[in-house]
């Protein structure tokens, strides 16, 4: 998952800022809540230097499984 290496990401966005879009598959019963707990878990290890800008349905994957996309706005250094 794209997830574990949101840390890693973070460090290479350039000092001026910039967007991470991670991609996850989740249940499709309550797709935009189970992303939300998964990306929520994330940031509190990155201590507030990410905002999520939007999380939203790509594509049904199975019956049961959705992609998500969720957009991570990384501000600028001197605000990190």
Do not use: N, T
């Not at 049904?60 to 992609?67: A, D, E, I, N, T």
Request: aromatic share 8%; hydrophobic share 40%.
């Amino acid at each position: 998952s794209a997830m574990k290496y949101l840390s890693h990401a973070v460090k290479c966005i350039s000092p001026r800022g910039g967007f991470i879009h991670c991609y996850d598959f989740v249940s499709a019963q309550q797709p935009l809540h189970e992303a939300w707990k998964d990306i929520e878990s994330k940031l509190k290890r990155l201590s507030g230097k990410v905002i999520v800008e939007d999380i939203r349905k790509v594509l049904q994957f199975s019956p049961r499984k959705l992609q998500v996309c969720i957009v991570l706005h990384v501000p600028p250094a001197a605000s990190r």
